[in-house]
């Protein structure tokens, strides 16, 4: 059986159906979102009034920092009102509107990670054209080309979704609306859209990938090449912290959003999506921050001024 797209609601099973871990759930979840949120936010201001992080890197940073908070929170705090209600109902057009932001801002983040390599390529690399290079224009440039292309991959995923037909009952097993669990309720047969996820999200992925690949072998070709172990020190310090983040990120959305068969394991699927969608935005202000001295030195000039 299947109904108007319009008309369609869907059920949302949630996280578990264990009634005992709703609580448990719901206050580790509360946590994590409030520290994601506070320590983006925090890091996007501090970079904001800080006049030494006025840098490419920390731009690029701050739309990290940015784009995690949206990506929490698009997926969080409908997860948290789940957790507390009986009925877990969402309606076709919230949605399709859920996953169509998600699909923008996780592509607008794997450029984003990509972009921040092709800036540790310049720095280190060509350090002499580097403000020539990475001047604020082409910055701006990047970052616009950033939420472009997500923004063209969510026209050609969302559009060809809303086409489909989804059989009854419309139970989404999982605890937002992304895409694999919706093209498992499709009575319609979802080939299209399946070759537009894979190659949308494995074009953008690839792409970002290459990037990120040629951008190190050319930075890392680089620092053998320098004579002093504290300045090899230094170069690998820039990079290991954008290399943590991108390990977390990209392994995590590979294992999800490139896989063809709509039979995967829904729990694995949902341990992964929790990991991306709400622990990994929660670590990254870290993972930038706890051995950033430019960033520690900028905290503790603001904190000394406000005390």
């Known amino acids: 059986m299947e109904n108007s797209s319009t008309e369609t609601k869907f059920i949302l099973l949630g996280m578990t159906a264990n009634h005992q871990l709703t609580l448990p759930l719901f206050g580790l979840f509360f946590v994590i979102y409030f520290i994601t949120v506070l320590w983006n936010l925090g890091l996007v201001v501090l970079i904001q009034v800080s006049h030494r992080l006025h840098t490419p890197m920390y731009f690029f940073l701050l739309n990290l920092s940015f784009l995690d908070v ?34 923008i801002f996780a592509s607008a983040e ?5 972009s921040m390599a092709y800036d540790r390529y310049i720095a280190i690399c060509r350090p002499l054209l580097y403000h020539i290079t990475m001047s604020r224009v082409r910055c701006l440039l990047l970052v616009a080309g ?12 969302t559009s060809s979704i809303t086409q489909l037909s989804f059989c009854q009952p419309h139970i989404i097993s999982h605890f937002f609306c992304d895409i694999p669990p919706l093209l498992a309720l499709a009575c319609s047969d979802p080939w299209v859209t399946q070759i537009l996820v894979v190659g949308c999200g494995g074009f953008t992925l690839v792409t970002s990938v290459l990037v990120i690949l040629v951008s190190y072998m050319s930075i890392f070709m680089t620092i053998m090449d320098i004579p002093s172990v504290s300045g090899k020190k230094k170069a690998f310090s820039t990079c ?11 392994g995590t959305t590979m294992y999800t959003y490139l896989q063809p068969s709509r039979h995967g394991s829904q729990a694995g699927n949902q341990m992964v999506s929790v990991f991306y969608t709400m622990v990994i935005p929660m670590l990254n202000p870290l993972i930038y921050s706890l051995r950033n001295q430019e960033v520690k030195a900028a ?7 406000s005390l």
């Open 146 to 157: 950033c939420y472009f292309g997500g923004l063209l991959n969510m026209v050609a995923v």
């Open 70 to 103: 949206c990506f929490s929170s698009i997926t969080t705090p409908k997860t948290l009102a789940n957790l507390l209600s009986q009925l877990q109902e969402v309606s076709f057009f919230a949605c399709m509107a859920q996953m169509a932001l998600f699909i």
């Open 299 to 305: 905290l503790n000039k603001i904190l000394r001024y």
């Open 240 to 250: 290991a912290s954008h290399l943590t983040a991108v390990a977390l990120y990209y």
């Open 110 to 114: 794997c450029n984003v990670l990509a």
